[in-house]
């Protein structure tokens, strides 16, 4: 779950989106995504068949094994000795899964880029019209979908620093998984560069002049940089998002808390252009899949060129 936020894109980039629908030309598209892998992936996720993929089910375990095939098939190795981080939380097991593509520059390298989201969701709730599946698509199958879609992408090209694509568990039991694994790799003394968490894109945001918002927007120079990278207002400011210290409800958080870097969510979910958070109707056929392909797409240049800039542009503001 996560609650985000972004007004105006504080005029970082000149360029303005009229609409999501009329602007769909102007996106940053190299066409490297497949929008039918987005639609399979996400309609596998959010399915009856992973029953709300609550931590500890078997739901979440098919959906773990469906994601470490990804990863392999992909050439995404295994971070760990394999691709689990496992924890116990309340007698609960839960699996991080964590793949690294390796850098190509013997320096840089070492400057980790994290690139996650939780694929865990709340199973069973209150029936409503005699369904209890709470499927969890825009929260979190579509964020979970748009890793695993960057993973295959950086998989098929070279970047000078590594990419560490993790998918965590147990978000809805109070950002569990990520704070483990920030502990984890804080033990294992690895040094991220960024964290660039991704939530809830499964609708367009609406009367924006950028596609997503990022929280803590103010805490660094995250949204100009990938701005100037992008050469598009990608990110912009969401007031709501400060409103409901969406900063410290998602992912993100943690890595913020443990290794004092730049550490973000995006989101399109601005609290008016979905109904259906912690729903039994957050459903595949709710979702708008071009809109996600369009927006895991203009996420590519940022990435990458934050993945092989020489210099360390993105920084914490004093």
Known sequence: MLLI????????????????EGSSEEVPNENVISQDDVAQTLKYLSSDELQGRKTG????????????????????????ETYRNSFEENGVTGYNIVGLKEGTDPLLKDEVIIVGAHYDH?????????DELANGANDNASGTTAVLELAKYFSRIDTKRSILF???SAEELGLVG????????KDEELQPYVMFNIEMIGVPMTDKDYLVYLTGFDRSNMAEIFNDYSEYPVVGYLPKAAEFQLFKRSDNYPFFEQ??????????????NYDYY????DEFEELD????????????????????SEENHIKLNQ
């Open 5 to 20: 936020s972004c007004g105006d894109a504080k005029g970082v980039i000149e360029n303005s989106i009229d609409s999501e």
């Open 57 to 80: 089910s078997e739901g979440i375990e098919k959906a773990a094994v469906y994601i470490e095939n990804i990863f392999e098939d992909a050439g995404i190795k295994p971070f760990f």
């Open 122 to 130: 709340v199973g069973k709730i209150d029936p409503v019209g005699g």
């Open 166 to 168: 993790t998918l965590f």
């Open 178 to 185: 990520s704070d483990k694994l920030a502990s984890t790799l």
């Open 259 to 272: 290794f004092n870097i730049p550490a973000h969510t995006v989101s399109s979910f601005d609290f008016s």
């Open 278 to 281: 912690h729903h039994v109707n």
């Open 289 to 308: 899949v071009e809109h996600m392909d369009r927006m895991i797409e203009a996420l590519v240049p940022g990435l990458r060129e934050m993945a092989n």
